[in-house]
């Protein structure tokens, strides 16, 4: 066991304002499972970069033992495999490289094959066995999830819950829960360790958010009482005052040495609930800075006439001679919530296309109502360039619509003048879904929606969908959404 000793690191990128890290100092322990949580856009890439040495920054980073980010680079996918892991680890032992194939379940004949010709499953998978080869070295693995179908995170979960000394980072609740044992959250106003997995760290939190909310609302009710205590001392010291020149009405003189002790008891009333005032700001100063904006999204989807809005009967998809899926049949009524599942290749994306009339090869029966609208959230977001108000004035879309539901999504105003491409694969995400949200559609089709969002902005989507059940087909790898929204699966 060792630690890694981070002391007052301040970091801002060239030309901003706002620092994304400000005298952060935290320990972690190399021995640590240590899952990395935060909102889009909080830093939790930036943080590995530091850790690796890229920035410049203030502070100081301080470790025994060096750092290794996954995932590995592979400038040529034509590579052989097996010289892909060389090229990471030059030392591998191959009995070692075996085991660690071997748990992760990848057949030994993939080392021979070429990199480009391995599923994503599989090259995250050898990506990882090669990593952990390396000794002395703590992992920072970002986002192995990605392109990972739930039988293989299943796997792969399990493979890094026998394995220790590495940052990861995730958004898949059920992941996170599998195989981490200290969870590390970037907030809005610090950052903070705690022991334990992601749901006890979540459970915590709206723990510390209900009683932040509670002393907020009891300390603004004691202010506003205070206030009005002060403003009644007040007016009464100045009725005081009045009488020092005054007479009683009796007519007798005023007794000035009466009236200035009770002046002066008043002063010092008017004191103690001044400072009385001032405690409960300060008190209320210190609420509320880490409770994540996570305001309720609204959809208003179109009925459609029909209660049936697409069929497939022993519909299979293919590509010249391959075929990606056999034998499909299901449909899909107003109201449902069809998650698509199955390992990556069955076929989930090319049916979503099917669905979305793209040409595309097909036999058997397949059945669109007349007139259908669909809103369709593809996976690529490569193709997102140029500004938000162009983006939304291109696809006909009310753009103050538009914004308001990424400010909800926590995108900060700042975000609405920058240029898409410089965008997080997150904020890109929730592009692609707010725009499908101000869409007037039948039906809603999202092809792996969750890639890159945050667990909060998840957790608003769920929400969301609950609600409004609005009709939806979707391909999401994420367990706990799937569990949580569908009302039918399609198993390939």
Same mark, same amino acid.
């Given at each position: 066991?060792?630690?890694?000793?981070?002391?007052?690191?301040?970091?801002?990128?060239?030309?901003?304002?706002?620092?994304?890290?400000?005298?952060?100092?935290?320990?972690?322990? &190399?021995?640590?499972? +240590?899952? +990395?949580?935060?909102?889009?856009?909080?830093?939790?890439?930036?943080?590995?970069?530091?850790?690796? =040495?890229?920035?410049?920054? =203030?502070?100081?980073?301080?470790?025994?033992?060096?750092?290794?980010?996954f995932p590995f680079p592979v400038d040529d996918l034509s590579t052989n495999? %097996?010289? #892909?892991? *060389?090229?990471?680890?030059? @030392?591998?032992? !191959?009995?070692? +490289?075996?085991?660690?194939?071997?748990?992760?379940?990848?057949?030994?004949? #993939?080392? @021979?094959?070429?990199?480009?010709?391995? $599923?994503?499953?599989?090259?995250?998978?050898?990506? %990882?066995?090669?990593?952990?080869?390396?000794?002395?070295?703590?992992?920072l693995i970002d986002e192995p999830t990605n392109h990972l179908d739930m039988e293989a995170r299943t796997i792969v979960g399990d493979y890094l819950r026998m394995k220790s000394g590495f940052i990861l980072?995730? !958004?898949? *609740?059920?992941? +996170?829960? *599998?195989?981490? @044992?200290?969870?590390? $959250?970037?907030?809005?106003?610090?950052?903070e360790v705690q022991r334990g997995n992601f749901s006890s760290w979540w459970e915590n939190k709206q723990r510390q958010d209900q009683f932040e909310l509670a002393e907020n609302d009891k300390l603004r009710k004691d202010i506003k009482r205070l206030a009005d205590a002060a403003q009644r001392t007040s007016h009464?010291?100045?009725?005081?005052?009045? &009488?020092?020149?005054?007479?009683?009405?009796s007519g007798s003189k005023v007794d000035k040495g009466y009236v200035g002790r009770k002046a002066a008891k008043m002063m010092?009333?008017?004191?103690?609930?001044?400072?009385?005032?001032?405690?409960?700001?300060?008190?209320?100063?210190?609420?509320l800075k880490n409770i994540e904006n996570a305001d309720g999204l609204k959809l208003s989807q179109l009925a459609y006439p029909k209660s049936r809005l697409v069929e497939l009967d022993r519909a299979s998809v293919r590509y010249g001679d391959k075929t990606a899926c056999r034998d499909v049949s299901f449909a899909i009524e107003q109201g449902d919530r069809v998650a698509l599942t199955g390992r990556n290749g069955s076929g989930k994306s090319s049916l979503i296309k099917l669905i979305c009339g793209e040409p595309i090869d097909y036999s058997g029966t397949f059945r669109a109502g007349s007139q259908l609208k669909i809103s369709y959230v593809l996976q690529d977001t490569s193709h997102l360039h =140029?500004?938000?108000? @162009?983006?939304?004035?291109? !696809?006909?879309?009310?753009?103050?619509?538009?914004?308001?539901?990424? *400010?909800?999504?926590?995108?900060?105003?700042?975000q609405f003048e920058k240029e898409m491409s410089a965008f997080s694969g997150g904020q890109k995400k929730k592009v692609l879904i707010a725009r499908s949200l101000c869409e007037k559609a039948h039906l809603l089709v999202w092809d792996e929606p969750l890639n890159f969002i945050d #667990?909060?902005?998840?957790?608003?989507?769920?929400?969301?969908?609950?609600?409004? $059940?609005?009709?939806?087909?979707?391909?999401?790898?994420?367990?706990?959404?799937?569990?949580?929204?569908?009302?039918?699966?399609?198993?390939?």
């Open positions: 066991m060792s630690l890694i000793n981070i002391a007052n690191l301040t970091f801002a990128y060239e030309g901003s304002y706002d620092n994304i890290f400000d005298n952060v100092s935290l320990q972690i322990d &190399t021995d640590w499972k +240590l899952g +990395l949580t935060g909102r889009n856009g909080r830093g939790k890439t930036t943080f590995l970069n530091l850790l690796l =040495g890229k920035f410049e920054h =203030g502070g100081r980073i301080s470790a025994s033992v060096g750092f290794e980010y495999t %097996l010289d #892909v892991v *060389r090229e990471i680890y030059p @030392d591998y032992v !191959h009995w070692e +490289l075996m085991r660690e194939l071997s748990l992760l379940k990848v057949s030994e004949d #993939v080392l @021979d094959r070429p990199f480009d010709s391995l $599923s994503n499953g599989e090259r995250t998978k050898v990506l %990882l066995a090669a990593l952990f080869l390396k000794e002395n070295s703590f992992l980072v995730s !958004h898949d *609740r059920s992941f +996170l829960d *599998r195989c981490v @044992d200290h969870i590390l $959250s970037i907030n809005k106003a610090d950052i009464w010291s100045d009725e005081v005052e009045k &009488t020092k020149n005054g007479t009683r009405n010092k009333r008017s004191k103690a609930i001044e400072h009385r005032q001032q405690s409960a700001l300060d008190e209320k100063a210190k609420l =140029g500004n938000l108000t @162009d983006y939304a004035r291109d !696809h006909g879309i009310d753009e103050s619509l538009f914004k308001a539901i990424l *400010r909800k999504l926590d995108f900060a105003r700042v #667990v909060i902005s998840r957790m608003q989507i769920e929400e969301l969908l609950l609600e409004y $059940s609005p009709t939806i087909v979707f391909v999401e790898h994420d367990r706990e959404f799937c569990d949580n929204i569908a009302t039918k699966t399609i198993r390939l």
